[in-house]
């Protein structure tokens, strides 16, 4: 026969009796499987209720809801949350496309990511209008941040576009490709390849807020189909000085308060139509008699008047969202000695810490005879990075420029981490872009 144990299990009762080894043998092996079983019938139930988290007796002898409990004696609840942040800080931890970028560059790579160049400057062929041979083997010895195109580079627009494409697939970190494409006197497009014709902004200041955004979107939105992705515009100078020719019809008003709106406006209408844009020519160029082309331009106008003039459609259009801005080459005997492209005080001090500006800051082109006839490429180069610039725009000699800022951080006059921070911003900016490989 055979009794229940506590566990469930049955437990025979063996009687003494004179059968042979071989049957007591079994009767024995039939005792330990059931002991067996009991005890392991045991362990099941405790174990199905932890999993369950059901109702368990406790110490004490309550019952109460079971946590889940592991081997380790730690609960799963425990261990989730343990998970959880542990999966926090490694997201956390976890280098972004940008540093992983930037960390596996070397500070050649570096410096080239800061220039912005013609394809002349960087292939040293003339009237290039085709991105071969040339430009790939270029752009492995020189890979450059950026690409500026001219009339004489354009000639049709499949043409531009197989030359942008091609351009942009030979290069490590994809490009920033730019145009001065500001509608009238300043086109690049719409007189050679036949985008959209429109006219130079002043004519349209008084047509308020919608043409400013519709003029620009209708510029930006036919540069993105052709490849580009920068336009080298709004211009946020205002022509406040009759005298000025450089400016002129190019500048959205001659007020600054209606410049300021209108340029906020138009920054909006280039990012929705697909490109990024730049304000030019930082500190503001409206006021001035000269032309930088030519010669150092000087503003006569005090550091306040500054602020509270010129400063009014650079501020909007920061706050519209401008993702460059380009300081001209204007000497403000007020603020510094220097042209601005090499002032600390104005590109970093008022661009930077006043006016919060974290975008690329780019110079106006370095072949100006404001820069050229005064200053040599090296001293230049070093000298604007050092004030503050991101990227040089048509170093008068690429490899010079380079090898420059190269040196000058040899010789500890520019620290690496100041050319990363530069580097930072490009990067930064061209991720967002879709331009980080």
């Not at 045991?42 to 059901?54: D, E, H, N, Q």
């Not at 500001?182 to 308020?208: A, F, H, P, Q």
């Amino acid at each position: 026969g055979a009794v229940q144990d506590a566990s469930g299990g049955c437990v025979p009762v063996v009687i003494e009796s004179r059968r042979k080894p071989m049957k007591k043998a079994i009767v024995v092996l039939i005792v330990m499987v059931c002991l067996t079983a009991g005890i392991w019938g045991i362990f099941m139930l405790r174990g199905s209720a932890g999993k369950a988290g059901g109702y368990v007796e406790n110490d004490n002898g309550n019952t109460g809801v079971a946590a889940d409990v592991t081997e380790s004696g730690t609960t799963t609840e425990e261990q989730t949350a343990d998970s959880q942040e542990t999966t926090e800080v490694t997201e956390e931890e976890k280098p972004s496309l940008v540093d992983e970028t930037l960390a596996g560059m070397t500070l050649h790579e570096k410096v080239c990511q800061m220039m912005f160049v013609t394809p002349e400057e960087l292939t040293g062929e003339d009237g290039v209008t085709v991105a071969g041979d040339a430009t790939r083997q270029a752009l492995e010895n020189y890979p450059v941040g950026g690409i500026v195109y001219f009339a004489k580079n354009l000639e049709s627009q499949d043409q531009v576009k197989e030359m942008i494409d091609n351009s942009q697939k030979y290069s490590s970190i994809g490009l920033f490709v730019a145009t001065d494409e500001e509608g009238g006197v300043v086109n690049r497009l719409m007189d050679t390849v036949g985008t959209t014709y429109i006219g130079s902004m002043y004519y349209y200041k008084d047509d308020g807020d919608e043409t400013a955004y519709e003029n620009a979107y209708t510029i930006a939105n036919d540069m993105s189909a052709l490849g580009f992705n920068l336009d080298f515009a709004p211009v946020a100078d205002v022509w406040s000085n009759p005298d000025n020719t450089v400016i002129g019809e190019r500048a959205y008003s001659d007020d600054y308060a209606q410049a300021a709106e209108l340029v906020g406006n138009a920054v909006k209408g280039f990012n929705d139509g697909g490109v990024m844009c730049t304000l030019k020519h930082f500190p503001g160029h409206g006021d001035t008699a000269e032309d930088s082309h030519y010669s150092s331009a000087y503003v006569h106008r005090t550091k306040e008047e500054i602020m509270a003039d010129e400063m009014q459609p650079f501020r909007s259009g920061i706050e519209a969202g401008a993702e460059f801005v380009m300081v001209g080459h204007l000497i403000v005997p007020d603020i510094d000695e220097v042209p601005a492209t090499l002032s600390y005080k104005i590109a970093t001090g008022i661009l930077r810490d006043e006016l919060k500006f974290e975008g690329v800051v780019i110079t106006d082109s370095f072949e100006m005879e404001s820069i050229a006839d005064n200053y040599s490429v090296d001293d230049a180069v070093v000298m604007s990075v050092k004030a503050g610039m991101d990227m040089i725009l048509q170093p008068k000699d690429m490899a010079s420029a380079v090898n420059s800022i190269e040196q000058a951080v040899a010789d500890g006059e520019l620290s690496e981490d100041r050319i990363d921070e530069s580097v930072r911003r490009i990067l930064t900016l061209k991720e967002s872009r879709g331009l980080l490989k």
